[in-house]
């Protein structure tokens, strides 16, 4: 998936916003490159698209409007991904007009969204009008003290979830991570993960990451955090920024923004499967192919060489989906066809599917980033595009104020993520 990225500012301050750090550091201005960043669109058209931000309303109507514009130039429809503070009628026609789908930030009604603050409270009211004009809408949920962190507001967040399900709409449930005041501990957020698999599944609600899990298991397409990661090169996001310079997903870019290596390597793939699981690695887990040591940027110690340290939350979910595969007798990669009572054969169920979905459910990623207006979202962006180089040197390199690649001033552009401005 293509992210758009000309505004990395926001209109609100969430406690665990990935990209505060950079913000704090940059302080992000409205100085993009309007028809630059437009231009280098036409490289990406064979992707799916979508405005990403910080908060990308924040940007003036008229340049929300080109760039939306742009996309369904391209592609035939548009995504955006945004807080949803700022949608307003003329912004529901243009969404409309440019057939696009639309990904809200947001953690659940009133005290379930506190970590967003107060102008997210009443989101779902504006959900429900976006589902009534018809407008393709999907959700990034992040799971976190104030939505899960006592069992009176993880009851009120499943109930919402019900609310959500009458109306279609799905998406993501993220754990909150590198945000220590405001994440659950381990053993709250495994408890909370398998409380809420078990509440999905008896209700038929179809969220990531739980089928995301399911289809590793089976050898599909999903989720990017599933499917291996160069921190370099990241396949599954290719991300325009404000003056134009081709970057990575944004999780990688902690206090600057480095520009992406046109290659994709599988070295952290192959370190994790020679590491032993005591020094950070995966060697011998069952459930390497399916998960490949999961994101990167929650990387143990902060290293991308190390598996995520969210891996006791993610053996314990495909544990227990497994433990569902194996009583039904379902194919999966751990189960070999033989045992079971179907006959396919166990390559085609493998690569059945070798087109990953987006954020968004489609071709796009996670819906525009993360959720998904489909009710089975898989990779961020799923591709495996963006590798185009850029006259810089085979290393990421600091980008300049200017977008060169000829000094050591760290370029503090903004860009206004499946999906992806917030977790």
Not at 123 to 138: A, F
Not at 168 to 196: H, M, Q, T, W
Not at 390 to 395: I, K, R
Request: charged share 25%; proline share 5%; aromatic share 10%.
């Amino acid at each position: 998936m293509l992210l758009v990225k000309p505004f990395l500012g926001c209109n609100l301050a969430c406690k665990y916003c990935y990209e505060g750090n950079y913000r704090r550091k940059h302080n992000p201005k409205m100085d993009y490159n309007l028809d630059l960043v437009l231009k280098r669109m036409e490289e990406f058209k064979d992707l799916e698209m979508s405005l990403h931000g910080g908060e990308c309303l924040a940007m003036p109507k008229k340049d929300v409007e080109k760039f939306l514009a742009k996309m369904f130039e391209l592609t035939k429809k548009s995504g955006i991904q945004t807080n949803g503070t700022l949608i307003d009628e003329e912004y529901i026609e243009m969404f409309k007009k440019y057939k696009t789908d639309v990904g809200i930030s947001f953690d659940g009604p009133g005290v379930l969204s506190e970590y967003r603050g107060p102008l997210t409270f009443n989101l779902d009211k504006t959900i429900e009008r976006l589902v009534r004009e018809g407008i393709s809408t999907s959700i990034i949920m992040v799971i976190s003290k104030s939505n899960a962190g006592t069992d009176e507001r993880l009851k009120k967040l499943k109930e919402y979830l019900l609310e959500l399900d009458k109306l279609k709409i799905s998406g993501r449930i993220n754990p909150c991570v590198d945000a220590p005041a405001y994440e659950l501990g381990e053993k709250r957020l495994i408890e909370v993960y398998l409380d809420l698999a078990e509440f999905c599944f008896k209700n038929n609600l179809r969220w990531s990451p739980f089928t995301d899990i399911i289809h590793g298991l089976q050898g599909k397409p999903r989720v990017c955090i599933f499917m291996g990661c160069d921190f370099f090169s990241t396949a599954s996001a290719t991300v325009i920024v404000g003056d134009g310079s081709i970057t990575n997903c944004m999780r990688t870019n902690k206090e600057n923004i480095l520009l992406r290596h046109p290659v994709k390597y599988n070295t952290r793939e192959e370190i994790l499967a020679e590491t032993p699981q005591e020094f950070f690695g995966c060697q011998g887990c069952k459930y390497f192919t399916a998960c490949y040591g999961g994101c990167p940027t929650s990387a143990i110690n902060n290293d991308w060489r190390n598996r995520t340290y969210l891996c006791s939350l993610w053996k314990a979910l495909f544990q227990y989906y497994e433990n569902i595969l194996r009583f039904v007798e379902y194919p999966s990669i751990l189960l070999p066809v033989q045992e079971t009572c179907f006959s396919q054969d166990s390559e085609h169920l493998d690569h059945e599917d070798s087109s990953p979905v987006t954020e968004h459910g489609d071709a796009h990623g996670d819906i525009p980033h993360g959720d998904s207006s489909s009710p089975v979202p898989v990779t961020e962006h799923g591709d495996v595009h963006g590798d185009i180089p850029h006259g810089d040197s085979s290393s990421p390199v600091p980008v300049t104020e200017h977008g060169d690649v000829h000094g050591d001033i760290p370029h503090g552009d903004s860009h206004g993520d499946l999906p992806h401005s917030d977790q």
